[in-house]
């Protein structure tokens, strides 16, 4: 954060082998000090400011209530449990313990006074709390004068504990403010202590809900923080890499010439304009770090295939990596369909691969000789080695970790360190990726190739199966083909979605005229590669599948997705899958199959 927590001379803490318990469940939390601690934000909060009488209880409330103990009584049918019914003036009110120990059941004594919060429920004979907070209340005892903090725990450390470990980790801390004063009064927001302050003991003037929600002024003091830290964040992650060196590959020659010339179509403005900013940045010192950002099929891959050619030609190396071997290989026959003849080693390399083959790519890449090396995570593992390594291409960036980037970036031997180019198809506002992305330059690709017509997507109720069904079979009756998509492979106790095998099933009864593949992520890679190849070459009409359609599978000739239980998907997701149709000239369209209500 922007602001600095300063320790203050070491308050008290607990002794021998409790201190020791004590810290292992406060590590488990990511708490190591009172600086932790006083970072450590409620997730809500609990109003014990005013007391409800019992006769303006309503159900549903939390609610803080003290009254006298008209009648207590241990049942043991169905179950040992601890009733206690309060009468306070008209109010009536019983407290309920399936669990208790014999402190509840003397605090609970008739006659006795007792203060307790909790939920109010309805029950068999009128209102209830189930488990309420208790306090002796025989003596009077203050209000609570601040809303009272629930914190996210662990096992064995109670909110008690955690509210007065807080406490005094805020009375053994200093809460510097590093903003300028000038510029916190000219953002009007709060001081870095005063927020921090407020979140662990609001006032009870203050909203629960705003806080709750984290609109609250204190939250957008610690929101500012926390972006600015990322910022400052990536700012010096951007001038350590500007301080890098990278190969510096000459303007492009003959190879980039001479598929444009081959290919049966132009780039477009936008394909153009990425492809000279990624030049501009192969052509310097420093290392690149390019996101190549585009809708499905507006052409990236020609645009990465172009920037490897021009590595290559330079006499480096290229890996071009994506998150699934059916896409790897996708990418590995585009590169074969446009570089023939133009001398230009291609390497594979993943993991479902004989000890021959694997052997042969590794010694092919430990060469140094100018290839394109294309893979799959099998590129991170050990024993890849890449010495003349210029440019990493990554397709689907964001399912790699920072830590697998690097790692890839490290396969290279010597000081230069090679630039990175990373595609994405999942739509990013202009506002995250200003933030998210703002240690990457960015290149859009905003404009789709001439001929490709807009997917037109339609909601479905499961009501109109039948005739979602119907569409199927007229779409293929036409020679075109479909996608039928799934969320699961097999029954899950908590969600009650049809399976990809179930759907499979009852489609090819509903439809025994045609042919109907099934597509998983439990095949092993070489059935997954054999029901594609069937898909792509119009052996099968229809193809049941999870997401692991979702990245990269090219089917121009399938132009309707069916996508079961949209509403379990989310809508990045949805915007992927979608793009699997609409990848040839034909009118396409997607059908999100919802269930009611949404």
């Not at 905003?446 to 079979?473: C, H, N, Y």
Request: net charge positive; glycine share 6%; with cysteine.
């Amino acid at each position: 954060m922007a602001a600095r927590v300063a320790k203050k001379p070491a308050a008290t803490q607990p002794a021998g082998e409790k201190r020791n318990a004590l810290r292992d469940k406060l590590a488990r939390l990511g708490i190591a000090g009172d600086a932790d601690l006083v970072l450590h934000l409620p997730l809500r909060y609990e109003d014990r400011t005013r007391l409800t009488p019992l006769a303006e209880l309503k159900v549903g409330e939390h609610a803080l209530v003290e009254a006298q103990v008209a009648q207590s009584e241990v049942s043991y049918r169905p179950r040992r449990v601890l009733v206690a019914h309060l009468i306070e003036g008209f109010g009536k009110l019983t407290l309920r313990f399936f669990h208790f120990y014999p402190n509840h059941a003397k605090m609970l004594e008739k006659g006795r006074r007792v203060r307790a919060f909790g939920e109010v429920r309805a029950g068999y004979h009128g209102l209830e709390m189930v488990h309420p907070t208790l306090r002796d209340a025989s003596t009077e005892t203050p209000l609570a004068a601040a809303l009272t903090p629930v914190y996210p725990t662990t096992a064995g450390l109670s909110q008690e504990t955690l509210r007065g470990l807080v406490a005094r980790a805020l009375e053994s801390v200093t809460l510097d403010d590093t903003l300028p004063e000038a510029l916190r009064l000219r953002l009007g927001l709060w001081t870095f202590a005063d927020s921090v302050r407020c979140l662990h003991a609001p006032p009870p003037a203050v909203s629960p809900e705003a806080l709750e929600a984290r609109q609250h002024p204190a939250w957008q003091r610690l929101k500012f923080d926390e972006l600015l830290a990322q910022q400052l964040s990536l700012k010096a992650h951007r001038q350590a890499r500007d301080a890098r060196r990278a190969p510096i590959l000459a303007a492009a020659g003959s190879l980039g010439r001479e598929l444009l010339g081959r290919l049966p179509f132009r780039l477009t403005a936008a394909q153009r304009r990425a492809l000279a900013e990624i030049e501009r940045d192969l052509g310097a010192p420093r290392p690149m770090h390019r996101l190549l950002q585009g809708d499905v099929g507006s052409g990236k891959t020609i645009v990465a295939a172009l920037a490897a050619l021009r590595a290559v030609e330079a006499g480096w190396q290229v890996a071009f990596m994506a998150p699934t071997e059916i896409l790897a290989e996708q990418h590995q026959r585009k590169l074969a369909e446009w570089l023939p003849g133009s001398g230009v080693p291609l390497i594979w390399l993943v993991g479902a691969q004989t000890a021959a083959k694997r052997r042969a790519a590794l010694a092919a890449c430990a060469s140094g000789a100018p290839a394109v090396v294309v893979g799959t995570h099998a590129l991170f593992q050990e024993g890849v080695t890449l010495p003349r390594l210029a440019l990493v291409i990554i397709d689907e960036q964001h399912r790699f970790g920072v830590a697998q980037r690097l790692a890839l970036r490290g396969k290279s031997e010597g000081a230069l360190e090679p630039h990175q180019l990373m595609m994405s198809a999942t739509p990013i506002p202009r506002t995250l990726a200003m933030s998210y992305y703002a240690d990457l330059d960015v290149s859009l690709l905003d404009e789709m190739p001439p001929g490709r017509r807009p997917v037109i997507t339609k909601l479905a109720s499961q009501r109109r199966r039948p005739e979602v069904v119907e569409r199927v079979r007229e779409v293929c009756a036409s020679g075109q083909q479909v996608y039928w998509v799934c969320p699961l492979i097999e029954e899950s106790e908590k969600v009650d979605l049809q399976n990809a095998v179930a759907t499979r099933d009852a489609l090819a009864e509903a439809l025994p005229e045609l042919a109907l593949g099934l597509l998983h992520g439990r095949l092993k890679a070489d059935e997954k590669a054999a029901v594609m190849a069937a898909f792509q070459s119009r052996a099968l009409h229809l193809l049941v599948a999870t997401t692991v359609v979702e990245v990269g599978v090219d089917v121009p000739n399938a132009t309707l997705m069916v996508i079961e239980h949209a509403e379990r998907f989310g809508l990045a997701q949805l915007h992927q899958l979608r793009g699997r149709v609409g990848r040839g000239g034909e009118a396409s369209a997607c059908v999100l199959l919802y269930d009611e209500p949404l």
